[in-house]
């Protein structure tokens, strides 16, 4: 995605105009096959734009190319799409779930109540951010409650179910009702996709906040609930600065933040 503002919606791209990655995990299992951690536009998305609501094409001026779409860049490291059998979804926004149509097999999870508020659509940003025909292809669906175990200070954390991987679910509310985190312990150390807790990671990766305004903007404009957004940063900032050699922490949307986790060289 590539609004209008550059470094001043992004933070670092010089000329008018951001560059917002949508940051999805594949994870390689031994006996659950491809799991995807969010799945961006869809090829769906790509060939018919519509499917994504007018205000939010535009604002965020979205490129759609076949070739960034989770099910081309499976195709592409020799997997076939049925090789994905489980989607774990952060929550249900339209620029995370286009890709179910591609994956239509697939078992979902995600919270029961980013669900419910899909589905009922409260209000003008609800029926342009949730956009039933990017998943009504998903027929295989598994819901959690807030009411699992405490992790590294995050409460009511649970294991998404059916799997021999450990994966867990940790609610993120605030940007969404149902919005969660998804951690996966990979070789002894956690990695935490944070979604759209946060969208910069001056936001959690410095002990004072840090976020270009064109974002500080976007994220009140999609706020469910602020207070809730707030606390969650707070308490992922703490997570951040407390446990930096045994926790990755990483957002959807900060080609930076990513382009970082990439090199894998310590952080500035
Ligand atoms: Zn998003």
Not at 223 to 244: G, I, K, M, P
Request: glycine residues 8%; aromatic residues 10%.
């Amino acid at each position: 995605m590539c609004p209008f503002g550059g470094p001043l919606f992004d933070g670092t791209t010089l000329g008018l105009f951001a560059n917002l990655v949508c940051h999805c995990w594949l994870i390689e299992t031994d006996r659950d096959g491809l799991i995807l951690v969010d799945t961006g536009f869809g090829s769906a998305d790509v060939e018919n734009p519509s499917r994504i609501a007018s205000f939010f094409r535009h604002f965020n001026n979205i490129k759609f190319k076949h070739s960034l779409t989770a099910v081309s860049q499976v195709k592409q490291l020799g997997f076939a799409p049925s090789d994905v059998r489980h989607i774990v979804l952060t929550h249900l926004d339209f620029d995370h779930a286009g890709g179910l149509s591609d994956f239509p097999d697939a078992m979902v999870h995600v919270m029961q109540t980013e669900y419910t508020a899909a589905k009922i659509l409260d209000g003008w940003r609800a029926t342009r951010r949730y956009r039933e025909m990017q998943w009504q292809r998903s027929r295989h669906w598994r819901f959690y409650e807030p009411d699992g175990e405490q992790w590294k200070g995050f409460s009511s954390v649970t294991p998404v179910q059916g799997l021999d991987q450990e994966i867990l679910m940790v609610p993120l509310p605030g940007h969404t009702s149902g919005h969660a985190g998804i951690a996966v312990c990979s070789q002894g150390h956690w990695k935490l996709h944070a979604g759209d807790a946060y969208f910069h990671h001056g936001e959690i990766h410095r002990p004072r906040r840090h976020c270009p305004p064109g974002l500080r903007f976007y994220q009140r404009m999609m706020d469910q609930d602020h207070a809730a957004r707030v606390s969650t940063q707070n308490r992922l900032r703490a997570l951040a600065l407390t446990e930096l050699d045994d926790m990755q922490i990483i957002c959807s949307h900060d080609a930076a933040e990513l382009r970082h986790v990439q090199s894998n060289s310590p952080r500035q």
